[in-house]
T-cell receptor, first 114, second 115 residues
Framework: DAGVIQSPRHEVTEMGQEVTLRCKPI?????LFWYRQTMMRGLELLIY????????DSGMPEDRFSAKMPNASFSTLKIQPSEPRDSAVYFC????????????FGPGTRLTVL | AQSVTQLDSHVSVSEGTPVLLRCNYS??????LFWYVQHPNKGLQLLLK??????LVKGINGFEAEFKKSETSFHLTKPSAHMSDAAEYFC?????????????FGAGTRLAVHP
């Protein structure tokens, strides 16, 4: 099993540009989570999906952020336009059967917005 | 309201000595509790979890944690630290019931292990 796959691993962009982060969950997992990690705020849940449907997006900071899951094996998190305060490490995680169960995390995408 | 408090932001131990990382939780429902570890520039890896079975939970790499409901604690311990244990550790609560489906992460404890 390859685990949760995220791309790119590092992204450097300029303020105002669109950024798209990608995630492939573990095969057979029906829950997918997007998190953001910063020094100031720690780990924050942004949004999670169940069977490709967004269940709770209350953690999405503002309208500049959007997430989609077009199928069971792919999800994107988009920031448009990006701002320097969006600089963080973004993690994708997945699990099976229940959001209470262990979540398997990807290696993260380190985003730097200049 | 559900919350997790990790009582130490940094812990430093010598190799071969015991490790204690402290965690207190607050939950309106019977919780599931987890400890995750994050090595530098890596994702989070599950160390162990408590889900209302045995109160003493054994995890990977020699770590264990004890669920104490009366103290609302879930401290992580290891008898003998290894250099490879240096990492950041997160205590996590998942309140069961009430339709609340989020994991709540503590602020993290950075463990340093000295030779």
């Amino acid at each position: 099993d390859a685990g949760v796959i995220q791309s790119p691993r590092h992204e450097v962009t300029e303020m105002g540009q669109e950024v798209t982060l990608r995630c492939k969950p573990i095969s057979g997992h029906d829950y997918l989570f997007w998190y953001r990690q910063t020094m100031m705020r720690g780990l924050e849940l942004l949004i999670y999906f169940n069977n490709n449907v967004p269940i709770d997006d209350s953690g999405m900071p503002e309208d500049r952020f959007s997430a989609k899951m077009p199928n069971a094996s792919f999800s994107t998190l988009k920031i448009q336009p990006s701002e320097p305060r969006d600089s963080a490490v973004y993690f994708c995680a997945s699990n099976r059967g229940s959001s209470y169960n262990e979540q398997f995390f990807g290696p993260g995408t380190r985003l730097t917005v200049l | 309201a559900q919350s997790v408090t990790q009582l130490d932001s940094h812990v430093s131990v010598s190799e071969g000595t015991p490790v204690l990382l402290r965690c207190n939780y607050s939950s309106s429902y019977s919780p599931s509790l987890f400890w995750y570890v994050q090595h530098p520039n890596k994702g989070l890896q599950l160390l162990l979890k408590y889900t209302s079975a045995a109160t003493l939970v054994k995890g990977i790499n020699g770590f264990e944690a004890e669920f104490k409901k009366s103290e609302t604690s879930f401290h992580l311990t290891k008898p003998s630290a290894h250099m490879s244990d240096a990492a950041e550790y997160f205590c996590v609560v998942s309140p069961q019931g009430g339709g609340y489906n989020k994991l709540i992460f503590g602020a993290g404890t950075r463990l340093a292990v000295h030779p």
